[in-house]
């Protein structure tokens, strides 16, 4: 049994009633902050209901430590991709990184996602950098559509060129917002265009109304649950560290604020993600 208090980690929540799943997580980064496994992370997730995730690549070597650790936990898939700040900060290394995600996204069911892709103008302010973030972002949907995987978008500061540059692109099968940051208008035109929005835990402080209001006018079948662990905790536990089995926050917040019975609430954010990355996996 895991001892959260002696690792100065959040207890867990109250156990969701109907099993749900956490759609963006990076289980190797609560490993290094947290030292939980990637094992007590998906042991501690599962007893509060959360029985499936999905792993997100930033860089070649995390998306290969994603890929193995989904070929064998089948409550994982992966999303393998350079992420945009990785492209900005390591252009002399972007052509042999860029070629480790292409093999890695051809490797089985098990990867779901070209995945976290996208512009961050935020951590990259340069213009120079910003151009070369957008050429990977294309190349990462172009890859995307080659092979009928999902697309996860990190859109950071950058929404208007997050649009130009999927407008300018082929079009992939799938779409996800990852960690939703815009407001009502964004959401609509999301919705529009058929894309998930996935919220994470920072949509439930009182500050982000237009998180809640973009919430509010998501399509039910369009929304998503994450936690961009060890990033973005919900409240009660904001300012610690985040994991999968916080979820549960998160999931009852979307339930209160969508008008939504708690039971659901998991079902809809589990068929969801089940839809917006290709089918079931896991024991959800």
């Known amino acids: 049994m895991v001892d959260l208090a002696a690792l100065g980690l959040p207890g867990l929540p109250e156990p969701l009633p109907v099993p749900t799943i956490d759609s963006h997580t990076h289980l190797d980064s609560v490993a290094e902050r947290t030292g939980l496994s990637a094992e007590e992370s998906l042991e501690l997730a599962a007893r509060v209901g959360v029985t499936a995730v999905v792993q997100a690549g930033d860089t070649a070597a995390d998306s290969a430590w994603g890929e193995a650790l989904a070929r064998t936990h089948p409550a994982v898939v992966a999303g393998v991709a350079l992420h945009p700040n990785e492209v900005a900060r390591h252009p002399e290394r972007y052509e042999a990184d860029f070629d480790v995600i292409a093999q890695l996204a051809v490797q089985g069911e098990h990867v779901r996602a070209v995945g976290e892709t996208g512009l961050d103008y935020y951590r990259t302010p340069d213009p120079a950098a910003q151009a070369r973030q957008r050429e990977a972002f294309a190349r990462h949907i172009r890859l995307a559509c080659e092979l009928g995987l ?8 950058a929404h208007a060129d997050v649009l130009a540059v999927l407008d300018d692109s082929p079009a992939p099968a799938r779409v996800v917002m990852h960690a939703f940051s815009g407001d009502e208008v964004l959401a609509e035109e999301c919705a529009r265009r058929g894309y998930w929005l996935s919220f994470p835990g920072v949509t439930t402080y009182n500050a982000n109304q237009h998180l809640q209001r973009a919430l509010a006018v998501a399509p039910a079948d369009r929304v ?9 905790t919900p409240v009660p536990c904001r300012g610690r560290a985040n994991g999968p089995y916080l979820v549960p926050y998160t999931v009852r917040f979307i339930a209160r604020l ?3 019975d708690v039971g659901e609430a998991c079902e809809r954010l589990r068929e969801n993600a089940f839809a917006a990355y290709g089918g079931p996996w896991g024991a959800a």
């Open 224 to 232: 998503l649950v994450e936690t961009d662990a060890p990033y973005l």
């Open 150 to 157: 999902t697309l996860m978008i990190h859109d950071r500061d």
């Open 258 to 260: 969508r008008g939504w």
